[in-house]
């Protein structure tokens, strides 16, 4: 089964910062997708922002991009300009045809 | 679009208890998901239903549960037998071909 990794159980940031959440995946398929997922302490997961994997050009919405090294099997997250209702667990997705695997995710606190 | 609801959203029962959580999806979502979550962990995959067909099922999901989706709408997750360690919140998501997971409120179970 494909795997998910976050290493990073927390990360903190000062509001109006930026921060760089990680996250690695390894696969054979080729043809998937990737996504961020937000989950506030009222813990509904919330699409922050998604990747196909057969394209090149590294998502953005808004604060939130992503760099995606498709190689690397890396997808990290990162958020520009941190605000305060940021501060989630963030969970890193990876999909494929059928099969959708979450990591164990990101506690981001953000301070201000 | 109502979002996807799940019902109830707390259970509280006692070992050896049997209990069934509903999911709706999002009307038109053919694919359904459940997942379980602990305290601090991501979502840990149970089971996937493409329309009514239950297409695969987690080695998490023993015997002892079983999830259907008979008209390939609402989905039910029964516990038989509850332990305490199947005290989680259990997720339910949906989604169309080629768009992002949609998840519910989920319902958290503590088996007491």
């Known amino acids: 089964a494909q795997t998910v990794t976050q290493s990073q159980p927390e990360m903190s940031v000062q509001e109006a910062e930026t921060v760089t959440l990680s996250c690695t995946y390894d696969?054979?398929?080729?043809?998937?997708?990737l996504f961020w997922y937000k989950q506030p302490p009222s813990r509904q997961m919330i699409l922050v922002i998604r990747?196909?994997?057969?394209?090149?050009q590294n998502a953005t919405e808004n604060r939130f991009s992503v760099n995606f090294q498709k190689a690397a099997k890396s997808f990290s997250l990162k958020i520009s300009d941190s605000q305060l209702g940021d501060a989630a667990m963030y969970f890193c997705?990876?999909?494929?045809?059928?099969?959708?695997?979450f990591g164990a995710g990101t506690r981001l606190t953000v301070k201000p | 679009d109502t979002g996807v609801s799940q019902d109830p959203r707390h259970k509280i029962t006692k070992r050896g208890q049997n209990v069934t959580f509903r999911c709706d999806p999002i009307?038109?979502?053919?694919?359904l998901y459940w997942y379980r979550q602990t305290l601090g962990q991501g979502p840990e995959f149970l089971t996937y239903?493409?329309?009514?067909?239950?297409?695969?099922k987690s080695r998490l999901l023993s015997d002892r549960f079983s999830a259907e989706r008979p008209k390939g709408s609402f989905s039910t997750l029964e516990i038989q037998r509850t332990e305490q360690g199947d005290s989680a919140m259990y997720l339910c998501?949906?989604?169309?071909?080629?768009?992002?997971?949609?998840f519910g409120n989920g319902t958290r179970l503590t088996v007491t």
């Open positions: 990747q196909e994997a057969y394209k090149q």
């Open positions: 009307s038109e979502h053919n694919r």
């Open positions: 997705a990876y999909r494929s045809d059928n099969d959708m695997r």
């Open positions: 696969t054979s398929e080729s043809d998937y997708y």
């Open positions: 998501a949906s989604r169309r071909i080629n768009s992002p997971l949609h």
């Open positions: 239903f493409q329309n009514e067909a239950q297409l695969e």
